[in-house]
Protein backbone atom coordinates (compact mmCIF):
# COMPACT_ATOMS: atom_id res chain seq x y z
CA UNK A 1 0.00 0.00 0.00
CA UNK A 2 1.52 3.12 -0.93
CA UNK A 3 1.63 6.30 1.03
CA UNK A 4 -1.54 7.84 -1.28
CA UNK A 5 -3.34 4.85 -0.43
CA UNK A 6 -2.92 4.62 3.38
CA UNK A 7 -4.65 6.00 6.36
CA UNK A 8 -4.02 9.95 5.26
CA UNK A 9 -2.07 12.92 6.82
CA UNK A 10 1.10 11.94 7.70
CA UNK A 11 3.01 13.34 11.00
CA UNK A 12 4.65 15.52 8.96
CA UNK A 13 1.16 17.08 8.08
CA UNK A 14 1.34 18.50 11.93
CA UNK A 15 3.02 21.92 11.60
CA UNK A 16 6.43 22.34 13.37
CA UNK A 17 4.52 24.24 16.71
CA UNK A 18 6.96 27.31 16.77
CA UNK A 19 4.23 29.42 18.10
CA UNK A 20 1.10 29.58 19.58
CA UNK A 21 -1.95 27.50 17.44
CA UNK A 22 -4.60 29.43 16.65
CA UNK A 23 -8.17 27.29 18.32
CA UNK A 24 -9.24 27.29 15.10
CA UNK A 25 -6.26 25.22 13.61
CA UNK A 26 -6.45 22.95 17.06
CA UNK A 27 -9.80 21.78 16.42
CA UNK A 28 -8.67 20.77 12.52
CA UNK A 29 -5.69 19.29 13.61
CA UNK A 30 -8.51 17.09 16.66
CA UNK A 31 -10.63 16.15 13.24
CA UNK A 32 -7.56 15.05 11.21
CA UNK A 33 -6.62 12.96 14.30
CA UNK A 34 -10.07 11.38 14.95
CA UNK A 35 -10.12 10.89 11.05
CA UNK A 36 -6.88 9.35 11.33
CA UNK A 37 -8.62 6.83 13.75
CA UNK A 38 -11.63 6.01 11.74
CA UNK A 39 -9.69 5.25 9.35
CA UNK A 40 -7.82 2.73 11.51
CA UNK A 41 -11.00 0.90 13.05
CA UNK A 42 -12.45 0.68 9.26
CA UNK A 43 -9.00 -1.46 8.38
CA UNK A 44 -9.61 -3.46 11.58
CA UNK A 45 -6.72 -1.63 13.45
CA UNK A 46 -8.45 -0.38 16.09
CA UNK A 47 -5.73 0.49 19.19
CA UNK A 48 -7.92 0.42 21.51
CA UNK A 49 -9.06 -2.63 21.02
CA UNK A 50 -5.36 -4.11 22.55
CA UNK A 51 -5.07 -5.01 25.81
CA UNK A 52 -1.79 -5.58 26.39
CA UNK A 53 1.80 -5.40 25.43
CA UNK A 54 4.99 -7.17 26.61
CA UNK A 55 8.03 -4.33 28.18
CA UNK A 56 11.18 -6.44 28.30
CA UNK A 57 13.09 -2.69 28.87
CA UNK A 58 12.48 0.91 29.56
CA UNK A 59 14.72 3.84 28.39
CA UNK A 60 17.01 4.33 31.12
CA UNK A 61 17.40 0.62 31.48
CA UNK A 62 18.58 0.40 28.05
CA UNK A 63 20.90 3.05 27.90
CA UNK A 64 22.30 2.21 31.10
CA UNK A 65 23.00 -1.26 30.52
CA UNK A 66 24.31 -0.56 27.02
CA UNK A 67 27.35 -2.56 26.63
CA UNK A 68 25.41 -5.90 28.05
CA UNK A 69 21.99 -5.16 25.41
CA UNK A 70 23.64 -4.16 22.47
CA UNK A 71 22.53 -6.08 19.68
CA UNK A 72 19.58 -7.61 21.62
CA UNK A 73 16.01 -7.97 21.16
CA UNK A 74 14.26 -5.46 23.03
CA UNK A 75 10.68 -4.76 23.51
CA UNK A 76 9.47 -1.26 24.63
CA UNK A 77 6.50 0.72 24.86
CA UNK A 78 6.07 4.75 25.35
CA UNK A 79 4.37 7.78 23.88
CA UNK A 80 5.71 9.17 20.70
CA UNK A 81 7.47 12.77 21.64
CA UNK A 82 9.30 13.73 18.75
CA UNK A 83 9.51 12.54 15.22
CA UNK A 84 12.21 13.02 12.17
CA UNK A 85 11.30 11.40 8.88
CA UNK A 86 13.80 11.26 6.24
CA UNK A 87 12.14 9.09 3.29
CA UNK A 88 12.17 5.26 3.54
CA UNK A 89 13.54 5.69 7.39
CA UNK A 90 12.19 7.52 10.40
CA UNK A 91 13.84 8.92 14.01
CA UNK A 92 11.10 9.04 16.58
CA UNK A 93 11.95 9.22 20.34
CA UNK A 94 9.12 7.70 22.79
CA UNK A 95 8.63 8.71 26.42
CA UNK A 96 8.27 5.72 28.50
CA UNK A 97 8.21 5.79 32.64
CA UNK A 98 12.27 6.43 32.84
CA UNK A 99 12.75 8.81 30.07
CA UNK A 100 13.12 9.13 26.27
CA UNK A 101 15.14 6.66 24.38
CA UNK A 102 15.51 7.18 20.09
CA UNK A 103 14.00 4.81 17.89
CA UNK A 104 14.83 3.94 14.22
CA UNK A 105 12.28 2.78 11.76
CA UNK A 106 13.18 2.06 8.47
CA UNK A 107 10.88 0.89 5.50
CA UNK A 108 12.48 -2.25 4.35
CA UNK A 109 12.71 -3.63 8.06
CA UNK A 110 9.09 -3.12 9.13
CA UNK A 111 7.45 -3.61 5.24
CA UNK A 112 6.46 -0.97 3.04
CA UNK A 113 2.85 -1.65 4.04
CA UNK A 114 3.44 -1.08 7.75
CA UNK A 115 5.75 1.65 7.19
CA UNK A 116 2.92 4.01 5.44
CA UNK A 117 0.78 3.43 8.61
CA UNK A 118 3.37 4.71 10.96
CA UNK A 119 3.94 7.03 8.85
CA UNK A 120 0.39 8.59 10.14
CA UNK A 121 1.17 7.99 13.98
CA UNK A 122 1.02 11.28 15.65
CA UNK A 123 2.65 13.30 18.73
CA UNK A 124 1.37 11.94 21.39
CA UNK A 125 0.17 8.21 20.55
CA UNK A 126 1.46 5.03 22.50
CA UNK A 127 3.30 2.57 20.69
CA UNK A 128 4.49 -0.82 21.65
CA UNK A 129 7.61 -1.69 19.40
CA UNK A 130 10.61 -4.87 19.05
CA UNK A 131 13.74 -4.38 18.03
CA UNK A 132 17.50 -4.38 18.43
CA UNK A 133 19.67 -2.51 20.69
CA UNK A 134 22.35 -0.04 19.09
CA UNK A 135 24.25 3.00 18.90
CA UNK A 136 24.17 5.96 16.16
CA UNK A 137 26.90 7.31 14.17
CA UNK A 138 26.80 9.91 16.53
CA UNK A 139 26.71 7.66 19.56
CA UNK A 140 22.97 7.94 20.80
CA UNK A 141 21.48 4.75 22.35
CA UNK A 142 18.88 3.75 20.11
CA UNK A 143 16.64 0.94 19.07
CA UNK A 144 16.13 -0.75 15.25
CA UNK A 145 12.49 -1.38 15.63
CA UNK A 146 11.73 -4.63 13.70
CA UNK A 147 7.75 -3.96 14.80
CA UNK A 148 5.80 -1.30 15.38
CA UNK A 149 1.69 -1.26 16.94
CA UNK A 150 0.04 2.22 17.98
CA UNK A 151 -1.31 1.02 21.01
CA UNK A 152 -3.40 3.94 22.12
CA UNK A 153 -4.21 6.85 19.59
CA UNK A 154 -4.21 10.99 21.08
CA UNK A 155 -6.97 12.51 19.77
CA UNK A 156 -5.37 16.15 21.62
CA UNK A 157 -2.58 17.75 20.87
CA UNK A 158 0.27 17.96 23.22
CA UNK A 159 1.69 21.75 24.50
CA UNK A 160 4.77 22.46 22.04
CA UNK A 161 8.26 21.81 22.40
CA UNK A 162 8.88 25.50 22.27
CA UNK A 163 6.34 26.85 24.57
CA UNK A 164 5.34 24.12 26.69
CA UNK A 165 2.16 23.85 29.80
CA UNK A 166 3.64 27.31 31.08
CA UNK A 167 -0.17 28.17 32.20
CA UNK A 168 0.01 27.43 36.02
CA UNK A 169 -3.73 26.88 36.60
CA UNK A 170 -4.01 24.48 33.47
CA UNK A 171 -0.86 22.84 34.89
CA UNK A 172 -2.43 22.15 38.07
CA UNK A 173 -6.04 21.29 36.01
CA UNK A 174 -4.45 18.91 33.49
CA UNK A 175 -1.49 17.12 35.66
CA UNK A 176 -2.18 14.26 33.59
CA UNK A 177 -0.34 16.63 30.77
CA UNK A 178 1.70 18.14 32.64
CA UNK A 179 3.41 15.17 33.55
CA UNK A 180 3.82 14.24 30.01
CA UNK A 181 5.22 17.58 28.61
CA UNK A 182 7.72 18.97 31.74
CA UNK A 183 10.18 16.37 33.14
CA UNK A 184 10.79 18.35 36.27
CA UNK A 185 7.41 17.46 37.45
CA UNK A 186 7.71 13.91 36.70
CA UNK A 187 11.14 14.12 38.83
CA UNK A 188 9.24 15.94 41.56
CA UNK A 189 6.33 13.32 42.33
CA UNK A 190 8.92 10.52 42.35
CA UNK A 191 11.49 12.45 44.68
CA UNK A 192 7.80 12.60 46.89
CA UNK A 193 7.43 9.06 46.53
CA UNK A 194 10.84 7.97 47.60
CA UNK A 195 10.48 10.87 50.57
CA UNK A 196 7.14 8.77 51.52
CA UNK A 197 9.18 5.38 51.62
CA UNK A 198 11.95 6.63 53.50
CA UNK A 199 9.61 8.07 56.20
CA UNK A 200 7.91 4.82 56.51
CA UNK A 201 11.36 2.83 56.75
CA UNK A 202 12.65 4.90 59.78
CA UNK A 203 9.90 4.40 61.64
CA UNK A 204 9.18 0.68 60.89
CA UNK A 205 12.87 -0.73 60.83
CA UNK A 206 14.80 2.03 62.98
CA UNK A 207 12.35 2.33 65.42
CA UNK A 208 9.57 -0.26 65.67
CA UNK A 209 6.64 1.32 64.85
CA UNK A 210 3.52 -0.32 63.33
CA UNK A 211 1.54 1.41 60.60
CA UNK A 212 -2.23 1.39 60.80
CA UNK A 213 -5.51 3.03 59.19
CA UNK A 214 -8.27 4.86 61.21
CA UNK A 215 -11.22 6.33 60.40
CA UNK A 216 -11.70 9.29 58.27
CA UNK A 217 -15.21 9.65 58.31
CA UNK A 218 -16.27 10.24 62.13
CA UNK A 219 -18.91 12.01 63.99
CA UNK A 220 -16.77 13.92 66.45
CA UNK A 221 -13.70 15.54 64.20
CA UNK A 222 -11.09 16.01 67.04
CA UNK A 223 -7.52 16.32 67.53
CA UNK A 224 -6.84 20.01 66.32
CA UNK A 225 -8.00 22.51 66.44
CA UNK A 226 -9.68 23.76 63.48
CA UNK A 227 -12.79 23.92 60.95
CA UNK A 228 -14.00 20.45 59.56
CA UNK A 229 -15.80 19.75 56.49
CA UNK A 230 -19.13 18.52 57.10
CA UNK A 231 -21.14 15.53 55.34
CA UNK A 232 -24.11 13.69 56.13
CA UNK A 233 -24.75 9.73 56.39
CA UNK A 234 -28.06 8.93 54.93
CA UNK A 235 -28.99 5.28 55.87
CA UNK A 236 -27.79 6.67 59.57
CA UNK A 237 -29.23 9.62 58.92
CA UNK A 238 -26.13 10.80 60.73
CA UNK A 239 -24.63 13.71 60.42
CA UNK A 240 -20.60 13.38 60.11
CA UNK A 241 -17.36 15.17 59.44
CA UNK A 242 -14.16 14.46 57.63
CA UNK A 243 -11.45 14.31 60.18
CA UNK A 244 -8.95 17.64 60.50
CA UNK A 245 -6.56 15.13 62.97
CA UNK A 246 -6.20 11.31 63.40
CA UNK A 247 -4.46 12.07 66.95
CA UNK A 248 -7.52 10.69 69.17
CA UNK A 249 -7.89 7.45 67.46
CA UNK A 250 -4.01 6.53 67.22
CA UNK A 251 -3.78 7.37 71.25
CA UNK A 252 -6.82 5.12 71.83
CA UNK A 253 -4.79 1.89 70.01
CA UNK A 254 -1.88 3.31 72.49
CA UNK A 255 -4.34 2.97 75.25
CA UNK A 256 -5.00 -0.27 73.24
CA UNK A 257 -1.54 -1.83 74.27
CA UNK A 258 -0.17 -0.52 70.35
CA UNK A 259 2.59 1.02 72.08
CA UNK A 260 4.90 2.81 69.00
CA UNK A 261 1.72 3.34 65.91
CA UNK A 262 1.94 6.23 63.38
CA UNK A 263 -0.57 6.84 60.25
CA UNK A 264 0.30 8.88 57.17
CA UNK A 265 -3.04 10.11 55.18
CA UNK A 266 -5.46 12.27 54.36
CA UNK A 267 -6.60 15.48 56.22
CA UNK A 268 -9.03 17.66 55.47
CA UNK A 269 -9.88 21.73 56.56
CA UNK A 270 -12.24 23.92 55.54
CA UNK A 271 -9.84 26.11 55.96
CA UNK A 272 -7.98 29.31 53.40
CA UNK A 273 -6.18 28.23 50.38
CA UNK A 274 -2.38 29.90 49.80
CA UNK A 275 0.78 28.63 48.51
CA UNK A 276 1.08 26.62 51.58
CA UNK A 277 -2.29 25.30 52.71
CA UNK A 278 -4.54 22.99 50.61
CA UNK A 279 -8.22 21.89 52.31
CA UNK A 280 -6.63 18.02 51.83
CA UNK A 281 -3.28 17.23 52.58
CA UNK A 282 -1.13 14.77 53.74
CA UNK A 283 -0.04 14.62 57.13
CA UNK A 284 1.48 11.73 59.72
CA UNK A 285 0.94 11.15 63.16
CA UNK A 286 2.79 8.84 65.57
CA UNK A 287 2.30 7.89 69.59
CA UNK A 288 5.36 5.86 71.47
CA UNK A 289 4.23 4.67 74.67
CA UNK A 290 7.21 5.50 77.62
CA UNK A 291 8.25 8.29 75.63
CA UNK A 292 8.37 12.06 75.70
CA UNK A 293 8.86 15.47 74.21
CA UNK A 294 12.68 14.58 73.84
CA UNK A 295 12.18 11.25 71.95
CA UNK A 296 9.48 13.40 69.44
CA UNK A 297 12.27 15.91 68.52
CA UNK A 298 14.99 13.19 67.97
CA UNK A 299 12.48 11.24 65.79
CA UNK A 300 11.54 15.00 64.21
CA UNK A 301 15.38 15.58 62.94
CA UNK A 302 15.82 12.37 61.54
CA UNK A 303 12.69 11.82 60.23
CA UNK A 304 13.63 14.70 57.90
CA UNK A 305 16.92 15.09 57.50
CA UNK A 306 17.04 11.49 56.36
CA UNK A 307 14.15 12.34 53.89
CA UNK A 308 16.84 14.95 52.61
CA UNK A 309 19.39 12.72 52.52
CA UNK A 310 17.99 10.26 50.55
CA UNK A 311 16.05 12.36 48.15
CA UNK A 312 19.15 14.78 47.58
CA UNK A 313 22.05 12.54 48.79
CA UNK A 314 22.73 15.86 51.29
CA UNK A 315 21.31 17.14 54.02
CA UNK A 316 21.83 20.51 53.02
CA UNK A 317 18.81 21.79 50.93
CA UNK A 318 18.13 24.63 48.67
CA UNK A 319 14.88 26.16 48.75
CA UNK A 320 14.25 29.38 46.51
CA UNK A 321 17.69 30.74 47.38
CA UNK A 322 18.09 30.10 51.41
CA UNK A 323 19.84 27.22 52.98
CA UNK A 324 19.23 24.93 55.53
CA UNK A 325 21.04 22.64 57.13
CA UNK A 326 18.71 20.12 58.32
CA UNK A 327 21.16 17.15 59.98
CA UNK A 328 20.56 17.63 63.76
CA UNK A 329 20.99 18.76 66.61
CA UNK A 330 18.50 21.34 65.71
CA UNK A 331 18.12 24.78 67.66
CA UNK A 332 15.66 25.10 71.06
CA UNK A 333 14.05 28.32 71.67
CA UNK A 334 11.00 28.42 73.96
CA UNK A 335 8.37 30.78 72.92
CA UNK A 336 8.36 32.69 75.58
CA UNK A 337 11.79 33.87 75.00
CA UNK A 338 10.70 34.04 71.52
CA UNK A 339 8.69 37.07 72.61
CA UNK A 340 11.00 38.39 74.19
CA UNK A 341 13.60 38.56 71.33
CA UNK A 342 11.18 40.12 68.49
CA UNK A 343 8.33 41.72 70.55
CA UNK A 344 10.41 42.82 73.54
CA UNK A 345 7.82 41.73 76.18
CA UNK A 346 9.48 39.92 79.28
CA UNK A 347 6.74 37.43 80.25
CA UNK A 348 9.31 36.17 83.16
CA UNK A 349 7.94 39.56 84.58
CA UNK A 350 4.11 38.97 83.62
CA UNK A 351 2.40 37.13 85.63
CA UNK A 352 -1.33 37.71 85.75
CA UNK A 353 -4.02 37.86 82.94
CA UNK A 354 -4.81 41.73 83.57
CA UNK A 355 -1.30 42.64 82.86
CA UNK A 356 -0.76 40.16 80.02
CA UNK A 357 -4.27 42.43 78.46
CA UNK A 358 -2.29 45.97 79.52
CA UNK A 359 0.40 44.53 76.94
CA UNK A 360 -2.04 43.32 74.49
CA UNK A 361 -3.77 46.29 74.18
CA UNK A 362 -0.10 47.93 73.70
CA UNK A 363 0.39 45.85 70.67
CA UNK A 364 -3.39 46.19 69.66
CA UNK A 365 -4.14 42.51 69.61
CA UNK A 366 -7.98 42.14 68.82
CA UNK A 367 -9.93 41.11 72.04
CA UNK A 368 -7.44 42.50 74.21
CA UNK A 369 -9.86 42.89 77.08
CA UNK A 370 -10.86 38.72 76.75
CA UNK A 371 -7.28 37.61 76.31
CA UNK A 372 -5.60 35.44 79.41
CA UNK A 373 -1.75 35.19 79.64
CA UNK A 374 -1.29 32.21 77.51
CA UNK A 375 -3.58 33.64 74.82
CA UNK A 376 -1.38 36.94 74.68
CA UNK A 377 2.04 34.78 74.66
CA UNK A 378 0.38 32.80 71.75
CA UNK A 379 -0.54 35.98 69.52
CA UNK A 380 2.40 38.12 70.12
CA UNK A 381 4.57 35.43 69.00
CA UNK A 382 2.34 34.76 66.12
CA UNK A 383 2.77 38.24 65.44
CA UNK A 384 6.41 39.12 65.80
CA UNK A 385 8.17 35.99 66.22
CA UNK A 386 6.92 33.29 63.23
CA UNK A 387 9.21 35.35 60.52
CA UNK A 388 12.16 35.12 62.10
CA UNK A 389 12.01 31.26 62.02
CA UNK A 390 14.42 30.67 59.83
CA UNK A 391 15.46 27.37 61.90
CA UNK A 392 15.15 24.20 61.66
CA UNK A 393 14.64 25.59 65.32
CA UNK A 394 12.00 23.47 68.01
CA UNK A 395 9.80 26.41 69.62
CA UNK A 396 8.71 25.07 73.27
CA UNK A 397 6.65 25.95 76.28
CA UNK A 398 3.08 26.67 74.17
CA UNK A 399 0.44 28.24 76.90
CA UNK A 400 -1.79 25.22 78.04
CA UNK A 401 -5.03 27.88 76.81
CA UNK A 402 -3.62 26.93 73.07
CA UNK A 403 -2.92 23.07 73.72
CA UNK A 404 -5.65 21.14 74.44
CA UNK A 405 -3.86 17.67 74.17
CA UNK A 406 0.02 18.21 75.53
CA UNK A 407 0.62 17.33 79.08
CA UNK A 408 1.25 20.28 81.52
CA UNK A 409 5.16 21.57 82.13
CA UNK A 410 5.89 20.06 86.42
CA UNK A 411 7.85 23.34 86.69
CA UNK A 412 4.98 25.71 85.71
CA UNK A 413 1.74 24.38 84.83
CA UNK A 414 0.60 27.26 82.68
CA UNK A 415 3.05 25.86 80.01
CA UNK A 416 2.97 22.18 78.57
CA UNK A 417 5.32 20.16 77.70
CA UNK A 418 4.63 20.80 73.53
CA UNK A 419 6.89 21.74 70.50
CA UNK A 420 6.51 22.93 67.61
CA UNK A 421 9.28 22.84 64.67
CA UNK A 422 9.96 25.26 62.48
CA UNK A 423 11.86 25.80 59.01
CA UNK A 424 11.54 28.29 56.43
CA UNK A 425 9.37 30.35 58.76
CA UNK A 426 6.83 27.38 58.33
CA UNK A 427 5.33 25.31 60.78
CA UNK A 428 6.18 21.66 59.55
CA UNK A 429 5.64 19.31 62.99
CA UNK A 430 3.94 19.49 65.88
CA UNK A 431 4.53 17.44 69.21
CA UNK A 432 3.55 17.29 72.80
CA UNK A 433 4.35 14.59 75.83
CA UNK A 434 0.51 13.68 75.56
CA UNK A 435 -1.78 14.95 78.43
CA UNK A 436 -2.80 11.54 79.71
CA UNK A 437 -4.73 12.84 82.69
CA UNK A 438 -8.63 12.03 82.16
CA UNK A 439 -9.85 14.81 84.90
CA UNK A 440 -7.80 17.09 83.15
CA UNK A 441 -8.63 16.34 79.79
CA UNK A 442 -12.14 16.75 80.55
CA UNK A 443 -12.30 20.01 81.86
CA UNK A 444 -9.73 21.29 78.91
CA UNK A 445 -12.41 19.90 76.66
CA UNK A 446 -15.47 21.65 78.67
CA UNK A 447 -13.30 24.38 78.21
CA UNK A 448 -13.02 24.38 74.84
CA UNK A 449 -16.37 23.07 74.12
CA UNK A 450 -17.71 26.04 75.69
CA UNK A 451 -15.69 28.25 73.25
CA UNK A 452 -17.13 26.00 69.90
CA UNK A 453 -20.35 27.55 71.11
CA UNK A 454 -19.81 30.58 71.74
CA UNK A 455 -18.84 30.65 67.66
CA UNK A 456 -15.14 29.92 67.98
CA UNK A 457 -15.58 27.21 64.86
CA UNK A 458 -11.91 25.85 65.09
CA UNK A 459 -12.25 24.81 69.19
CA UNK A 460 -12.09 21.21 70.23
CA UNK A 461 -15.29 20.24 70.58
CA UNK A 462 -15.77 17.74 73.23
CA UNK A 463 -15.19 14.03 73.04
CA UNK A 464 -16.12 11.39 76.16
CA UNK A 465 -15.11 8.38 74.65
CA UNK A 466 -11.70 9.26 74.13
CA UNK A 467 -11.76 10.65 78.58
CA UNK A 468 -13.41 7.00 78.94
CA UNK A 469 -10.18 5.80 76.98
CA UNK A 470 -7.69 7.84 79.04
CA UNK A 471 -9.83 6.67 82.05
CA UNK A 472 -8.72 3.09 80.99
CA UNK A 473 -5.23 4.42 81.17
CA UNK A 474 -2.78 5.46 78.55
CA UNK A 475 0.65 5.33 79.78
CA UNK A 476 3.18 7.76 79.32
CA UNK A 477 3.30 8.75 75.58
CA UNK A 478 4.94 11.31 72.94
CA UNK A 479 3.01 12.18 70.39
CA UNK A 480 4.39 13.69 67.12
CA UNK A 481 2.40 14.77 63.84
CA UNK A 482 4.44 16.29 60.50
CA UNK A 483 3.03 18.11 57.70
CA UNK A 484 4.36 16.03 54.90
CA UNK A 485 3.37 18.28 52.24
CA UNK A 486 5.73 21.53 53.41
CA UNK A 487 8.72 18.66 54.73
CA UNK A 488 8.37 17.47 50.40
CA UNK A 489 7.75 21.22 49.45
CA UNK A 490 11.25 21.91 51.17
CA UNK A 491 13.38 19.32 49.75
CA UNK A 492 12.01 19.48 46.40
CA UNK A 493 12.08 23.48 46.22
CA UNK A 494 8.93 23.58 45.47
CA UNK A 495 7.06 27.26 45.20
CA UNK A 496 4.05 26.14 46.25
CA UNK A 497 1.71 22.93 47.73
CA UNK A 498 0.27 22.77 44.43
CA UNK A 499 3.85 21.58 43.46
CA UNK A 500 4.00 18.73 45.13
CA UNK A 501 0.18 17.36 45.31
CA UNK A 502 -1.01 15.52 42.20
CA UNK A 503 -4.31 17.03 41.86
CA UNK A 504 -4.83 20.09 44.46
CA UNK A 505 -7.85 21.66 44.49
CA UNK A 506 -9.13 23.96 42.32
CA UNK A 507 -12.10 26.26 41.73
CA UNK A 508 -14.33 24.60 38.80
CA UNK A 509 -13.84 26.64 35.17
CA UNK A 510 -16.22 28.91 34.75
CA UNK A 511 -18.60 27.56 31.38
Not at 153 to 170: A, F, H, R, T, V
Not at 207 to 224: K, S
Request: glycine share 6%; proline share 4%.
Amino acid sequence: MSKDEGIGVSMTDEPEQTEEISEEKLNELRRIRRDKLKKLQDMGRNPFLIETWDITAYSMEIKDEFDALDGHWVSCAGRIMANRHMGKASFIDIQDKQGRIQIYVRQDVISPEEYSIFLTYDIGDIIGLEGTVFKTRHGEVSVKAEKVVLLSKSLQILPNKYQGLKDMEMRYRQRYVDLIVNPDVRETFMLRAKIVKEIKRYLEDERGFLEVDTPILTTIAGGANARPFATHHNTLDLDMKLRISNELYLKRLTVGGLDRVYEMGKMFRNEGMDKNHNPEFTSMELYQAYANLETMMEITENVVANAAKVARGTTVIEYQGKTFELAPPWERLSMQDAVKKWAGEDFNKINTDEEARTVAEKHGLEDAAKLTRGLVISELFEKYCEDHLEGPVFITGHPVEISPLAKRDPDDPRITRRFEAYVNCWEIANAFSELNDPIDQYQRFKDQQEQLESGDEEAHPMDEDFVNALEVGLPPTGGLGIGIDRVIMLIVNAPSIRDIILFPTMKPLED
